[in-house]
């Protein structure tokens, strides 16, 4: 270490006498703040700037190198003034054209890759090269890039219908995902490429800041509420547009943007996909999901006319709508009706609309539009006229398999053997016939049926009172009604009595195919409880060189999963290793070579295997493994695994109380306080109290596996998360909280260790109390205060509110002073129609005007290019509509914000300005000049002007008399002959008396006003302020100023005093540099004395033939 700290001393000494003996500035090379994170197949663009060269006109020769994870050698790319610097693995890429260097200036140049491959992550070196022969300063840096994996998925759901009316609604969805473990933010933009144009433009995009921006020639019918776009989720972006124009007519897609943040902060476009174009013939679902089938009557003359219509699957008629709007449903589907999961609405003369959610597998087939006309004769019957069909169309419903299927068949009061079969009916219809799938004797033989040979299928009697089936490898063509049927039999006789079997872990008994649906729809929609995913280690703590063996296993239903190892660093980004993806690809990320993978498959689980090959202080890091699968045309994460870190006695911390407003978001913290032991994991369950009554509200286990409580309300589930972070600390977030969430809160966490055996023991567990208090806002008046010509933004937030209903928001204003004499603003009803009432006096207020309703419950007004007269009281009402049966608006209740009164100022008088003068007291001897300044040391705006005007006051006397004026438009006004005007600088104004006499002496002060422009009255006087008085003696001539009084004599002294101090604090310091300069170069001499002068370029750059390294 000694040799190394001698040799970088030397090193900076011989730069430091190099700076000595040079004395132009140094050369400093900059590259963009890294590290970069890019997509596959995206575009790199590294900036890099020189500065310090002699010659700043002379282009400078930039080479760019990369030093990869698994290489330690350095590979030149490219150079932009050297054709033969690239090696041969870039040559090629530098040929076409996808490697490239470009001059911004002669001292600036940008490298780009066009297409990013996943070996182009490493360490990029930009040199630039010294034509000067100098070497005096910094003439390379380094930027580190990392090329991830480009998983940005981009679909959108085909449209039910071949063709719309002008008029008629349109509804398209798109999932947009990524599978990204960096931060991203995703922007989805929906686009109309008409017919015969190349160039599709926006309809209207969600930019990636969560802007909703309509594109050209949208502006209008967004502002009208006839153009929307919805994000349902995390993946679902769902594009309305009411009242199709004929200039609508094109093809409509969707497309999303991936971004990221940079280091510098700037944002930066990884990729970018649109979806396919959307398949009209054939409508593919997944269960669970929603089939909207959206008809139309095209006929003349509809006034008048009764219809009939109704909606047929594969020839079964499913629902109609009478021809006096009486719904009904066919009784086969009855009970789908009564749940709400099968709908039929008229919502035009001549639209209908048939919703059904979830759809489930035996949806799947023909789906028909049929209608015919209804004549009303003159005793009120209506008669049936030809029925006419719409085209068919087709609907796939697609479903993924579970493991295994196990029903429960319970039975009771027998008393002789009983044997059991089990039978299948594919539909819920009452003539469909039961076929066998598996029967048990009463000696416990079991026979399968012809067509379920080839299945894994088998029954159990568990206990005397129950039989079960059991059916692996479940696939959606086994969806039916099962029923078991249990005979008892006896020496003489038998009874036969039928059982209708249920699912497990279903409360109530109701009918099987109801309860298979329910379990296929559950897997469709993945719940994390089906998931459980665990990371562990035989030994987390090895030396340098031992191998390590990191086990991932990951339990759930066997579908397509994606498994991402990921590491972090002490402080540093989380950073991916390895990606297996579903189809069995392996994508690395880095540096592989001390890394070996491996999957096995077992019966209930999948166990991925990370091998840590030589383990060095590189590979020490926070270890995880990260699962998505690809459900709804969207990547969904699944809960990560625990990490594995060093971890000992369990002491928790929360805050003792907290206090949330209404629909705010609540976060509550459970901090493990104490020093955890090596093998320490840890269990948490959340109970809420509330009405003396305790609720688990989620609960998670050692292995981060999270599981919701069974007591918990519906609604109160789905805005709940559990969120583990470093501490550890559990943090419990409840989105959008409610007067019912209020109570107290328990946090009871369990530590777990592992014994030398490897079995895991609990210790006893802890747990802290938090009481939570939501609030709702009070409704006072608020007080406003902006500049004129700033923009303000007025909210109007509704704190409850159901989304079933539909809102009306007005706002009002009130000029100051007369609240009796307010008038309506702006109006967005409940159908999205913008208004502005007519109001002369108001009309500039409302041209300015722009109204937004990001969200269900949130208005905001803003006020563009505020005057003056926009000061006054502004204030919002909502009101609640829903239609009735007949189709008419009816109103529900209203309510009104606190008001908030607005005062738009001119910039001066919210600041105060102020001139500064010099010291009180100033003597001097006649005859010469005297300079009263009058600075201003602070003043409200750059576009201010100001007039100044100095003001002399005779000793002895009252009145005070302008001797000079400096108008703000450069005129001049003087009333004293010998005076002399000097604007030296924008903010300092000074005024000079020449030849200066007794009749001079008196009190100087200067006053100064500021003008500032008003959008409504031009320019105005702001504010008037007074400076200092300077109290001026004018001495005869011959008389020492000294003589006047002992103040003055005194701060001369101390004048003269604090001089002689400093100059010998300057001498001084002047000596020891003299001193230290002198023994520098005295040390610069021996060392050129004892080398040759190259040395320096030798010592620290050894050449090296960098083509035999390749």
């Not at 001049?972 to 002496?1001: A, C, M, W, Y």
């Amino acid at each position: 270490m000694v040799v190394q700290w001698g040799d970088r001393f030397k090193s900076q000494l011989q730069i430091f006498c190099a700076w000595l003996h040079e004395s132009d500035a140094s050369v400093n090379t900059e590259i963009q703040t890294g590290p970069l994170y890019r997509a596959e197949g995206s575009r790199l663009s590294i900036s890099c700037n020189v500065s310090g060269f002699k010659s700043e006109e002379t282009p400078k020769i930039f080479d760019f190198r990369v030093t990869k994870p698994s290489r330690p050698n350095e590979l030149n790319i490219i150079s932009s003034g050297d054709k033969d610097f690239s090696y041969s693995i870039y040559l090629d890429r530098v040929r076409d054209g996808d490697i490239s260097v470009k001059y911004v200036d002669p001292n600036s140049a940008i490298f780009e890759i066009e297409s990013l491959l996943k070996d182009d992550g490493g360490e990029y070196d930009c040199t630039v090269r010294d034509t000067e022969h100098g070497y005096h300063g910094t003439y390379n840096a380094k930027i580190v890039v990392y090329v991830i994996d480009n998983s940005l998925s981009v679909s959108s759901s085909d449209p039910t219908s071949l063709s719309y009316d002008e008029g008629d609604a349109l509804t398209l969805t798109c999932q947009a995902s990524s599978n990204t473990i960096q931060h991203t933010h995703l922007s989805v933009a929906w686009y109309l490429r008409k017919d015969g144009e190349d160039a599709a433009r926006p309809i209207i995009s969600l930019d990636r800041f969560f802007t909703l921006i309509p594109g050209p020639g949208f502006e209008q019918r967004y502002v009208e509420g006839a153009v929307r776009l919805d994000k349902l989720g995390e993946a679902t972006y769902i594009l309305k547009m009411a009242q199709l124009e004929l200039s609508d007519q094109g093809q409509i897609f969707c497309g999303a943007e991936e971004w990221i943040q940079d280091p510098d902060r700037s944002w930066y476009m990884m990729t970018r996909k649109d979806a396919k174009e959307s398949t009209l013939t054939q409508t593919t679902l997944q269960e669970g999901e929603e089939l909207l089938l959206s008809s139309s009557i095209d006929s003349q003359n509809l006034e008048g006319k009764f219809f009939s219509v109704a909606w047929l699957w594969n020839g079964i008629e499913l629902v109609r709508i009478g021809p006096t709007g009486i719904v009904s449903v066919t009784p086969e589907y009855s009970e789908r009706g009564r749940q709400g999961e099968l709908r039929a609405t008229r919502t035009g003369n001549r639209n209908y609309q048939f919703v059904m959610k979830p759809v489930k597998t035996m949806d799947e087939g023909q789906y028909v539009f049929r209608a015919w006309t209804e004549e009303r004769g003159d005793d009120g019957a209506f008669k049936q006229g030809t029925a006419q069909d719409s085209d068919p169309l087709s609907v796939k419903i697609s479903s993924t398999g579970l493991d295994r299927l196990r029903l429960v068949c319970n039975v009771g009061g027998f008393k002789g053997q009983l044997s059991v079969t089990w039978k299948r009916k594919l539909t819920a219809k009452q003539i469909a016939l039961f076929n066998i799938i598996v029967s048990l004797s009463q000696g416990g033989v079991m026979e399968t049926a012809a067509d379920f040979t080839s299945r894994n299928v088998r029954v159990m009697r568990p206990t005397d009172d129950s039989f079960v089936l059991e059916l692996d490898d479940v696939i959606p063509s086994d969806s039916g009604v099962y029923r078991c049927t249990v005979t008892e039999w006896e020496p003489n006789s038998q009874h036969i009595v039928h059982f209708t079997g249920r699912l497990k872990r279903i409360p109530h008994p109701i009918s099987i195919q109801k309860d298979l649906q329910t379990f296929l729809n559950s897997l469709v929609c993945f719940p994390d409880s089906l998931v459980k995913v665990s990371l562990r280690s035989r030994t987390n703590i090895v030396t340098v060189g031992d191998n390590v063996e990191l086990m991932c296993q990951v339990k759930g239903p066997s579908v397509l999963k994606h498994l991402i190892w990921t590491k972090q660093n002490n402080n540093s980004t989380l950073n991916n290793i390895v990606t297996l993806s579903s189809d069995g690809s392996v994508s690395w990320s880095g540096d592989q070579h001390h890394y070996q993978v491996k999957v096995d498959n077992q019966n209930n689980a999948v166990m991925y295997y990370l091998k840590i090959v030589g383990a060095s202080r590189r590979e020490a890091g926070i270890y995880q493994c990260m699962v998505s699968v690809f459900l709804e045309n969207a990547f969904k994460k699944l809960p990560e695994s625990n990490h594995l870190r060093v971890m000992v006695t369990l002491a928790l911390s929360s805050e003792p109380s907290i206090s949330q407003i209404i629909n705010s978001d609540v976060h509550i913290n459970c901090r493990v306080t104490s020093k955890p032991s090596q093998s320490s994991q840890y269990a948490v369950t959340w109970l809420h109290q509330h009405d003396a009554a305790n609720k688990t509200i989620l609960s998670s286990d050692r292995k981060a596996v999270e599981t919701l409580g069974s007591q918990t309300e519906q609604s109160f589930r789905q805005r709940v998360i559990m969120k583990r972070t470093n501490g550890p600390t559990f943090e419990l977030t409840i989105r959008q909280a409610r007067i019912s969430d209020r109570g107290s809160y328990f946090c009871e966490v369990v530590e777990w260790l592992q014994d030398p055996r490897g079995d895991w023991y609990p210790l006893p567990g802890k747990s802290v109390i938090t009481k939570l208090t939501v609030i709702e806002p009070e409704r006072n008046e608020q007080q406003l205060t902006i500049s004129e010509g700033n923009e303000v933004e007025l909210e109007c937030i509704m704190t409850s509110g159901a989304p079933a209903f539909f809102y009306k928001v007005i706002w009002f204003y009130a000029p100051p002073s007369f609240l009796s004499m307010n008038a309506s603003l702006v109006e967005l009803d409940q159908t999205g129609l913008l208004v502005y009432p007519e109001n002369q006096a108001l009309q500039s207020l409302q041209g300015r005007l722009r109204l937004s309703r990001p969200s269900q419950k949130n208005f905001y007004l803003k006020i563009q290019t505020a005057h003056e007269t926009d000061s006054g009281t502004y204030w919002c009402q909502v009101e609640q509509y829903q239609l009735d049966n007949e189709g008419q608006w009816k109103q529900k209740a209203s309510e009104s914000s606190g008001p908030v009164t607005l005062a738009v100022n001119v910039a001066g008088m919210l600041h105060v300005l102020t001139a500064v003068s010099v010291g009180p007291l100033f003597s001097f001897f006649a005859f010469l000049d005297m300079t009263i300044p009058c600075n201003i040391a602070q003043h409200t705006s750059s576009e201010s002007q100001f007039q100044v005007t100095w003001f002399w006051q005779k000793d002895a006397e009252t009145e005070q008399r302008p001797i000079f004026t400096a108008y703000r438009n450069s005129t001049f006004k003087g009333g004293h002959e010998n005076v002399r005007f000097s604007h030296p600088l924008p903010h300092q104004f000074t005024l000079t008396i020449l030849n200066t006499g007794p009749k001079d002496s008196g009190l100087y002060f200067c006053e100064v006003e500021e003008w500032l422009h008003s959008l409504t009255q031009g320019w105005r006087r702001a504010v008037v302020k007074k400076s200092g008085n300077l109290n001026v003696t004018v001495l005869s001539e011959g008389k020492h100023p000294l003589s006047l009084n002992a103040s003055s004599l005194q701060m001369l002294s101390n004048f003269l005093k604090s001089v002689m101090l400093n100059m010998f604090f300057l001498f001084v310091t002047i000596i020891l540099l003299f001193i230290i300069l002198t023994l520098v170069l005295v040390m610069c001499r021996n060392k050129a004395s004892n080398k040759a002068a190259p040395s320096l370029w030798t010592e620290q750059h050894p050449l090296s033939d960098k083509t035999a390294e390749i």
